[in-house]
């Protein structure tokens, strides 16, 4: 009889997988055994395997190359990493190795530039699209990077009256961007996004506070679409009118070069996921060149700024069952050694559901259970996925405990917990381990930080 757990992965899903297989019953990730790592750093452990970086970055480049080929598009593309994605140093080092450049969103993120430049890791000309709603020491920042040289700063205008302080402050020339205020998604609860300059704003505007401008010049059009690239009638109507938008723009000004269609290439939340990445690309690259040739004007350069494209599938989280607890009849919990309330905080937030597997016990049957959080909160819980309102894992048999790991974990979650902090119940954050491969294949495996203290947490709480 089949009633293994890998007859249910099997049978249900395309597995083994880009990313995922398994060997004596026990899960690889990215070709890592999970199997050695576990008693070298123990449990619960965040990880994040730098390849992957690698490889996102340069399937995009070449989905955007082979597109640009096809519809015989003269113009660049540049692929911009979001970092509020994930700030970390390694995550960000190894971004910029592969030839990105960077958007940033607030004061402090302009703080990371001025040290990656200090240690030599970025030039004067380097993209920095900075977005977002620009606070006093955010234009400051700014700023200060323009009238130091850095060429490729370049603000990317959130609202009408923030191109005041650039004209004030600015000493030399500089790009400029405008973004748009996108239309929401029909079921949002607004109509237009609250970030960004209206469609109807933006020619006059132009006219009146840009064109007239000796240092600033108009260089790109900016749009996001908060519900990412898909393929709906929503998405190809909102870009529509964004090309729109930008051919009535560059008929007025021939220095606007470029547009930046933001972030949103979506990554995999489940082992069915099933997202035409090359077609979704072609498609957009399509409708911008039609758009360009109606109108007679010359192709723009293409900017992208993929935050969870560029690490969300770097990242793992690996907790142990401690127990198993049957509440009624029906309600089974593994109660774990983590939270999932203080480590993936968009479960809790929006519902997000992550890839999750046993990283053991593939051989064992396996049974329906919720999965409990170490908080005492009643929402610390996991217990459906993407496909199935469900989750099933293999039984607890034997004395061998079993592991468990939510994957595609790297983009937000550590930035929207605190990494670092006062933690619900004071459930302390994971050990954090970087993951690694060199050319010849070897592996490599460092400790970032350590499992978080007590003594940590009672310094910020003030008990000294
Ligand atoms: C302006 C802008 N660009 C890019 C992104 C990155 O989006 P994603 O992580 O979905 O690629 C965001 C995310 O909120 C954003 O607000």
């Given at each position: ?36 790592l576990?008693?070298k750093h ?391 381990v970087v993951l ?7 592996e490599s495996d460092r ?18």
């Open positions: 009889m089949k009633d293994q757990y890998k007859d249910l992965i099997c049978q249900t899903f395309d597995f083994p997988q880009e990313g995922f297989h398994t060997r004596d019953n026990w899960l690889y990730f990215n070709e890592y055994s999970l199997k050695d576990i008693p123990g449990t619960p452990l965040r990880l994040t395997y730098l390849p992957k970086i690698d490889s996102q970055i340069s399937q995009a480049k070449s989905w955007f190359e082979s597109a640009m080929q096809k519809h015989q598009y003269d113009a660049r593309y540049y692929y911009c990493y979001c970092t509020k994605s994930s700030h970390f140093n390694f995550v960000i080092d190894r971004v910029l190795q592969n030839g990105a450049h960077i958007e940033t969103s607030s004061a402090f993120d302009i703080e990371i530039l001025k040290r990656l430049y200090q240690s030599k890791k970025i030039t004067e000309d380097l993209y920095i699209v900075c977005n977002g709603f620009k606070t006093e020491d955010y234009v400051e920042n700014i700023v200060s990077l323009i009238n130091a040289g850095f060429s490729g700063a370049m603000p990317v205008l959130d609202n009408m009256s923030e191109i005041e302080q650039y004209r004030q402050r600015i000493k030399r020339s500089a790009a400029i961007g405008i973004r748009i205020a996108a239309e929401e998604e029909p079921s949002f609860e607004f109509y237009t996004s609250r970030l960004g300059i209206r469609y109807k704003d933006v020619l006059p505007f132009y006219r009146e506070k840009i064109s007239n401008q000796s240092k600033l010049r108009l260089k790109m059009l900016h749009f996001f679409i908060n519900t990412g690239i898909k393929d709906t009638a929503y998405y190809w109507s909102e870009l529509n009118k964004f090309l729109n938008a930008f051919v009535a723009l560059k008929k007025e000004c021939p220095d606007l070069d470029a547009i930046n269609i933001g972030g949103g290439l979506p990554i995999r939340h489940s082992l069915g996921a099933d997202y035409d990445y090359a077609y979704m690309i072609e498609q957009i690259m399509g409708q911008v060149k039609q758009a360009c040739s109606a109108a007679r004007i010359p192709e723009p350069d293409i900017f992208t700024e993929f935050g969870n494209f560029t690490v969300g599938e770097s990242g793992a989280l690996i907790f142990k069952v401690l127990t198993e607890k049957l509440q009624n009849d029906s309600e089974r919990w593994y109660m774990i050694d983590g939270s999932l309330m203080t480590t993936l905080v968009d479960v809790f937030a929006i519902g997000q559901r992550f890839i999750l597997l046993p990283l053991n016990k593939w051989d064992s049957p396996y049974h329906r259970v919720n999965i409990g959080g170490l908080s005492c909160d009643a929402l610390d819980y996991y217990n459906s996925e993407v496909h199935l309102n469900q989750v099933y894992l293999p039984r607890l048999n034997g004395d061998d405990p079993l592991y468990i790991g939510f994957f595609h974990v790297g983009a937000y979650q550590d930035a929207l917990s605190g990494f670092g902090g006062i933690k619900h119940c004071l459930i302390p954050a994971p050990r954090h690694d491969r060199d050319s010849d294949g070897q400790v970032f930080s350590s499992r978080q203290t007590a003594a940590s947490m009672m310094d910020i709480l003030g008990y000294k």
